[in-house]
């Protein structure tokens, strides 16, 4: 099974300033999708942003860009100009391109934002 | 409605009870899932419904586990027999179909927290 790491159990930023979330990955498969979720204390999972993994181009989405680096698998979300409500949970995840729709999540990493 | 809603919020119950838990998903999506989020973990997955029939199950930790989706749209998630390991928050979400494209984009519930005494 795919695996997804995230190494940084917790993060901090100071508001306005920019903060970068690792995340690696562990497959055999050519083709699959990269997400970012957010989950803030609500618990409501909410995408920040996916990534194909044939296609060069980094993804963004305004202030929320990724680092995909297919051959290294890595997979790092940069928040440019943290803004309070970006405090959260952050998961990192998976999903393969063929038959087998679920998602493979990392453990997480939080995010606090420094006034 | 607008977004996938999961009833109850919380639940709170006794180990050896049965238990239901309900997603309803948005509107028109034909693909539904459920995950398993333990405290300090990310959700692991479940089951996951192509309309009606469950298209691939082996999430389901064992026997105790069973989810329906009889008519395509609302889906019940059962837990027979509870024990205390399984308390965690039960995520539901769905998309508008199950893979290719920004259409299999996966919208979440706020989830269900169960706890078992």
């Known amino acids: 099974a795919q695996t997804v790491t995230q190494s940084q159990p917790e993060m901090s930023v100071q508001e306005a300033e920019t903060v970068t979330l690792s995340c690696t990955y562990d497959?055999?498969?050519?083709?699959?999708?990269l997400f970012w979720y957010k989950q803030p204390p609500s618990r409501q999972m909410i995408l920040v942003i996916r990534?194909?993994?044939?296609?060069?181009q980094n993804a963004t989405e305004n202030r929320f860009s990724v680092n995909f680096q297919k051959a290294a698998k890595s997979f790092s979300l940069k928040i440019s100009d943290s803004q309070l409500g970006d405090a959260a949970m952050y998961f990192c995840a998976y999903r393969s391109a063929g038959t087998g729709n679920q998602f493979y999540f990392g453990t997480g990493t939080s995010l606090t934002v420094i006034p | 409605g607008a977004g996938v809603s999961q009833t109850p919020s919380n639940k709170v119950t006794e180990k050896g009870k049965y238990v239901e838990l309900r997603c309803d998903p948005i509107s028109g999506h034909t693909a539904l899932y459920w995950y398993r989020q333990s405290l300090g973990q990310g959700p692991e997955f479940l089951i996951y419904?192509?309309?009606?029939?469950?298209?691939?199950d082996s999430g389901l930790p064992n026997d105790r586990f069973f989810a329906v989706r009889p008519e395509g749209s609302v889906s019940t998630l059962k837990i027979q027999r509870t024990e205390r390991g399984d308390s965690a928050v039960y995520l539901c979400?769905?998309?508008?179909?199950?893979?290719?494209?920004?259409?299999?984009?996966?919208?979440f519930g706020p989830g269900t927290r169960l706890t078992v005494l």
């Open positions: 497959t055999s498969e050519s083709d699959y999708y």
């Open positions: 419904f192509q309309g009606t029939g469950a298209a691939d």
């Open positions: 979400a769905s998309s508008l179909r199950v893979a290719g494209g920004p259409t299999d984009t996966q919208y």
């Open positions: 990534q194909e993994a044939y296609k060069q």
